[in-house]
Nanobody
Framework: QVQLVEFGGGSVQAGDSLRLSCVASGGTFRSYGMGWFRQAPGAEREFVAAISWSGTRTWYGDSVKGRFSISRDNAKNTVYLQMNSLKSEDTAVYFC????????????????WGQGTQVTVSS
């Protein structure tokens, strides 16, 4: 059983940067593909980014390509989401997710979830 806790959310201005962290415990972190999703009020959960076990392969949602970057530090059991050039439409609750596979882009493909962290971008 993997437990995930996200950190780093907050309120920023459009154009600013923010880095989210997700710390895992209770499992072998390097054995899990990791993903970030987000959910705005009234909207479905949207795929943001995913990373393979070793961190050598990454995937991104179309709306964040070129602005967001996912990375991981297996020694620290942590996955990061660097968010640059933030826009008001990036406002959402951001969730970290884990699964034994990798490269998964659908929420129902992930077995473990964090509680989410709010990101608010003001224009």
């Amino acid at each position: 059983q993997v437990q995930l806790v996200e950190f780093g959310g907050g309120s920023v201005q459009a154009g600013d940067s923010l880095r989210l962290s997700c710390v895992a415990s209770g499992g072998t972190f390097r054995s899990y593909g990791m993903g970030w999703f987000r959910q705005a009020p009234g909207a479905e959960r949207e795929f943001v980014a995913a990373i393979s076990w070793s961190g050598t392969r990454t995937w991104y949602g179309d709306s964040v390509k070129g602005r967001f970057s996912i990375s991981r530090d297996n020694a620290k059991n942590t996955v990061y989401l660097q968010m640059n050039s933030l826009k008001s439409e990036d406002t959402a609750v951001y969730f970290c997710a884990a699964d034994e596979g990798f490269g998964r882009t659908k929420p129902n493909e992930y077995a473990y979830w964090g509680q989410g962290t709010q990101v608010t971008v003001s224009s």
